[in-house]
Nanobody, 129 residues
Framework: QVQLVESGGGSVQAGGSLTLSCVAS????????MGWFRQAPGKEREGVAV????????VLADSVKGRFTISQDKVKNAVYLQMDSLTSEDTAMYYC??????????????????????WGQGTQVTVSS
């Protein structure tokens, strides 16, 4: 059984930074991508970042480009989301997921949730201005 456990959320002032972690256990070897999504109250879920597990190639949503970085530690089977220059617009529950579906046209990418995958329980990020 796959389990994804996120950590690292918290409260921070605008302009600050946080690093989220997602540690995976169970059968994630078949997942080509791992990713981060977020959902703010009253808003739709948004794909934030994706990493290719073999190549470590990354895809970032336009809204976080230049501010967020996704990385991984293959030995620990962990994925990280470094978030810098945070704004109140980044306030949301952040979720780690297997098998997100990135789709890019030029430099603009859309990150869709997995059609069949696993989700963590989420970690809250609150940015105060």
């Amino acid at each position: 059984q796959v389990q994804l456990v996120e950590s690292g959320g918290g409260s921070v002032q605008a302009g600050g930074s946080l690093t989220l972690s997602c540690v995976a256990s169970g059968g994630t070897a078949s997942s080509v991508y791992m990713g981060w999504f977020r959902q703010a109250p009253g808003k739709e879920r948004e794909g934030v970042a994706v990493i290719h597990r073999r190549t470590s190639g990354t895809v970032l949503a336009d809204s976080v480009k230049g501010r967020f970085t996704i990385s991984q530690d293959k030995v620990k089977n962990a994925v990280y989301l470094q978030m810098d220059s945070l704004t109140s617009e980044d306030t949301a529950m952040y979720y780690c997921a297997t098998d997100p579906r990135p789709s890019c046209r030029g430099d603009s990418c859309d990150i869709r949730p997995p059609s069949s995958g696993y989700w963590g329980q989420g970690t809250q990020v609150t940015v105060s201005s």
